[in-house]
Structures are given as C-alpha cells and as structure tokens.
DNA sequence: GAAAATGGTTAAGAAATTGTTAAGATTTTG
DNA sequence: CAAAATCTTAACAATTTCTTAACCATTTTC
C-alpha cells in the first residue's frame, strides 16, 4: 500500500490525480498549496510525491529543497530546459511536463516505487508478505503483528515454500530465536498464526500433514 | 568515477554523445549494437547505461529485460505512450525521447547516479528533526536537549528508518561515541528519549520489538 | 466401528522481556 | 575542586509471550 502525496493547486488537475492513483489502489493525501504539503509532510510518512511547480503559498522549488528522502516527480506546464534541469539537479527524481499520459505518468511513478521496495528484502507468497528488516507480516497490505517465535516459525515455512517441513526440524530451524520449543507449543503456535492470518483473507495458508509437519499450501 | 555504457548504432549520435559524457568527466564505454552490449555487460561493472532501443542484434527491449542492477535510461525516437510505457515497466529508469538537449540529459544521468550515492537519509521523519552539529533534536519544530548517548540511539534508529534494530546492534552501533551502554542503561536511555519526545507530541515514535530491538514506528 | 494416535483450540499460569523510577557512580563543566 | 549533568545499576512494576494442560475433532489402525 503506497502513499503518494498530491500536491496541485488546480482542482481539475488535482481530482483527476486523485481518481487515477485511487483507482490503481494508491492511497493519496492531498495538498493544494505548498505550505499545506510541507504540514502533511511532517506528520506523514510518503512514499512519493507528486509535485506541481506553480503553487500559492511555498513553491514547488522551495520544496524539492526541504525534501531529502522522498522520491518526487515534477508534474509542471513549464517546459523549458532550465527548469527540469533545475528540479532534477536540486533533487527531483522525474519531470513530467504537462499534459502528459495517464499511461506514462503511472508507470514512472512504478519505477520510483520499484527503487524503494527493491531495496528490501522480502518473502512474499500469494496475499502474504513478509517484510524481514521491519519484521513485520502484511496479509493483504495489512499490518499483522507476529511475536518472535510465530514470525520464525513462518519464515521457515515460507523459505520452504511448498515443502513439507517435519515438526522436528522445524522446531530445530527456529531453536536460534526461541528455546524450549516443544511440539505441543508448536501446535499452539500454528493455531495462532492461522488466526492472526484469518483475520484479511479466508484462504487457507498453512496446511497440516499428517503425522509429518506441515507446509505452505500450493 | 562513473563508468557509463552507451548502446547506439547510428554513429553520429553515438559519438557526440561519447564526447559530451567525456566533458563531463565520465568513463565511456561503446557498444554499436545489442549483442556488443551484452557482451560487455559481462565483462564490465557499469554505473548507467545509455540504451537506444532500435538496435542491430539484440533489440534495446530484450537488454532492458536481461539486466537487472544497472540503472537504464533509454534514449529513443519512438515517441508513442506504449514504447515508453512499456520500457518503464520492464525496467528501465527513465526515457528520454530524440531529439533531446544535452543539459537535460546531463540532469537525468545525474539523478540516476545520484540514486547510488546518495543512501545516506536526512534525519528527518515527521515531527522529528535531528540537528546533526549542535546535538539537538527537534518535535514540532521546538528544541529538546538529548545527551550525547540519546542523539546517537536516535541518530542510529532514524538513519535504519523504519527497520527493526536489534539491541546489541544498537548498542554496538552507538558504540563509538559511549563506552560501556549495557542493556540496563539503553532500556533507561529509550525511555528517557521517548519521554523527552512526549513532551511536544503525542505519537509514538519508537516502537519495541518484542525478545529484538527496536525500530522507528511507520 | 471402536480404540489409539495425531491435530486444533482455548484458557490460565509461568516465564521472559520491557518500562519506570530513583539512587549512587562517573564524567563534564565552570 | 565543586557543582551540574549524565550514565549505570538495581529493584520493582507492567506487559507480552510462551508453555502447559485439558478438551474436542479428526484421522488412522485394527
């Protein structure tokens, strides 16, 4: 789930904005000035920004200045040489100029995107993401809080993605992070996992086998 | 130093391109058509690749899709939504449509090359503002004295936004500017700096990772 | 089809980790 | 050297997580 921030003082332009990312399931702030940007940026955390350079109140310039670690791109009629290479020296990462394709700008907002996410190292299976340096389950985009044995637990079975994994050496892959697991423990903790993941989606992701382990289902 | 790969079959273009980079201090490369390229590819660590996509041998699209670690701008007349959308998508960076102004192109290998560099964030994330010289932090733009040992577990935890650190991490990462912080003290150092925090806002800011570290709240 | 074995769920108490506070030790500053 | 600021330690409180155990469901075995 990405947030992107629009900042456009034109309204036609700005909705028209708003209704392309939201229905390619982004989700917008909006800010029609640019001090009105710079107040959402201190209490939000973005994952891009889409910038208009003519604005009332703080200019789009003043802003690449003040943002250091969000990817922008410039959406602006000015057309002229100087001011695309002024955005993108001072710290813009596109310059679009206007009127543009829907097609276009939504693909060069993919590539900002891409740039960050790559960057993390994630397990992702289906509806469920595992993000390891934040340590964190998203099923379906959502948030899901796992404790530490639980989150080892699915790690290995994702690593494994498809392979039975027996009990035992499940217990022995996790014994770094947790000691004194016990197969009855076990049990327990899969039970958990499965409600805590039960709670976005109805599809069935940690699948028993018999007198065996279990595994990841196909 | 940056070495930079130019793919080109039309010679003009390719040598007038060659010798712009080299004005500007850059280390040229030269393949004259996609098989030449992918050839050096394997031989060379390149910084930027400058792809033209109609190409003899193997296309400009194909290229795109082989590499993986390089940023790409693609440099081509086929001015339609679709090429450039499509490249986009596959991978490469930017697309820069002939003819172009060489300032400009200039601007976009920068920003791209920039990207490299330029991992270190500014510590700055919401209402938070870290003063790196005077060892102050900022909530809500008003001033709160942190000691030595509190601005280095808070410079650390912003620099690894949003990313789980675990303690001994931590506590070897702030270890240059603090001898002898044991687990004890840090748990005491946290708490001080999450009051200190609380002073001027209410969201919280450090989260703890339970039986790991801690990390900066998204 | 009944008995035995394995898996699933739940709740409660145990265990471990984190949070807070205050006092004394240490370092820095004037 | 004394005062102030900072840091560490330790004790206790609060919280979270883990294990245990009981009970029920399902599958296998005989």
New interface residues.
């Given amino acids: 789930m990405n947030k992107i921030l629009i900042v456009e003082d034109d309204l036609s332009i700005h909705n028209s904005l708003d209704e392309l990312l939201k229905q390619e399931n982004y989700i917008t702030y909006n800010a029609y000035s640019g001090s009105e940007a710079l107040l959402l940026l201190?209490?939000?955390?973005f994952d891009l920004i889409l910038l208009d350079l003519m604005l009332p109140g703080t200019s789009g310039e003043e802003i690449i200045k003040r943002v250091?670690?969000i990817p922008i791109i410039v959406l602006s009629a000015k057309v002229s040489?100087?001011d695309?290479?002024n955005c993108?020296?001072s710290g813009?990462?596109?310059y679009i100029t206007k009127p543009f394709?829907n097609?276009?700008l939504?693909?060069?907002i993919?590539?900002q995107l891409r740039?960050k996410t790559n960057s993390k190292q994630l397990l992702k299976y289906k509806e469920l993401e595992l993000l390891d340096?934040?340590?964190t389950l998203l099923v379906c985009q959502k948030k899901v809080n796992l404790?530490?044995t639980e989150y080892a637990i699915l790690k290995q079975l994702l690593l494994n993605n498809n392979q039975v994994i027996s009990k035992n050496k499940l217990l022995d892959l996790i014994s770094e992070?947790t000691l004194d697991c016990s197969e009855f423990s076990l049990k327990v903790h899969i039970s958990n996992i499965r409600k805590k993941i039960k709670t976005y989606t109805n599809n069935e992701y940690i699948e028993s086998i018999w007198g065996i382990g279990f595994k990841i289902k196909d």
Same sequence: chains 1, 2.
């Fill in positions: 201190e209490k939000n955390n250091n670690d040489c100087d695309k290479v993108l020296l813009a990462r596109d394709r097609k276009e939504l693909a060069r993919e590539v740039l340096d934040s340590h404790t530490k992070d």
